[in-house]
């Protein structure tokens, strides 16, 4: 990749499963199940802390989840499969309230379905919508929770994070365009 961020180097364990990523940015990770928890209970012990991202590569955001320096699930988001982007701020109070970007990403993804209408059978489209939300951390999360000390690496982590989010409004538009494409064709019929 010519133009690789060099923060990046810090995610090999992730840039090693995920191969073209051009940032990552650190959410919140969802409640956990018991069993999750359990396990981070073992991995606290050992020093090894949860984290959760959001990379993004060409075609594709990832929702990553990471005990340390291990990817435990990784989520892909076909961006083809990008049905609605809906981006707002949520206030972190605080000793400072602290804006942060709430994401929420609705993906439909097509299967066919065949039914039967009296004797004949046919084919019919049936969507699955599946929404995916991330708050926006302000910072980049070094494995293991760590925040970097380099001016650098957190100038570059704003930048991930605005590659992230105008990936993300790209699609927003993509989405509104083809509405407005839609919506012509359906008046000219």
């Given at each position: 990749?010519?133009?690789?961020?060099?923060?990046?180097?810090?995610?090999?364990?992730?840039?090693?499963?995920?191969?073209?990523?051009?940032?990552?940015?650190?959410v919140?990770?969802?409640?956990?199940?018991?069993?999750?928890?359990l396990?981070d209970?073992?991995?606290k012990?050992?020093?090894?802390?949860?984290?959760?991202?959001?990379a993004?590569?060409?075609?594709?955001?990832?929702?990553?989840?990471?005990?340390?320096?291990?990817?435990?699930?990784?989520?892909?988001?076909?961006?083809?499969?990008?049905?609605?982007v809906?981006?707002?701020?949520?206030?972190?109070?605080?000793?400072?309230?602290?804006?942060?970007?709430?994401i929420?990403?609705?993906?439909?993804?097509?299967?066919?379905?065949?039914?039967?209408?009296?004797?004949?059978?046919k084919?019919?489209?049936?969507?699955?919508?599946?929404?995916?939300?991330?708050?926006?951390?302000?910072?980049?999360?070094?494995?293991?929770?760590?925040?970097?000390?380099?001016?650098?690496?957190?100038?570059?982590?704003?930048?991930?994070?605005?590659?992230?989010?105008?990936?993300?409004?790209?699609?927003?538009?993509?989405?509104?365009?083809?509405?407005?494409?839609?919506?012509?064709?359906?008046q000219?019929?």
């Amino acid at each position: 990749m010519a133009n690789q961020l060099s923060v990046l180097s810090s995610f090999t364990h992730i840039t090693q499963e995920i191969q073209g990523i051009r940032a990552i940015v650190s959410v919140q990770y969802p409640e956990l199940t018991a069993m999750q928890s359990l396990s981070d209970s073992f991995s606290k012990i050992l020093g090894n802390k949860r984290a959760v991202y959001l990379a993004v590569t060409d075609q594709q955001f990832w929702h990553v989840h990471t005990v340390g320096e291990k990817v435990v699930k990784k989520t892909p988001i076909e961006a083809n499969h990008i049905d609605d982007v809906k981006i707002s701020n949520t206030t972190l109070t605080g000793e400072r309230d602290v804006k942060l970007p709430q994401i929420t990403i609705t993906t439909k993804q097509v299967t066919h379905k065949t039914v039967k209408e009296g004797k004949e059978k046919k084919t019919v489209e049936v969507p699955n919508f599946t929404q995916h939300d991330f708050t926006l951390f302000p910072v980049t999360f070094l494995p293991n929770l760590k925040y970097s000390q380099k001016m650098d690496e957190v100038l570059q982590s704003v930048e991930m994070r605005q590659i992230v989010l105008t990936s993300l409004q790209k699609i927003q538009t993509k989405i509104a365009d083809k509405k407005i494409i839609e919506q012509f064709n359906a008046q000219g019929k």
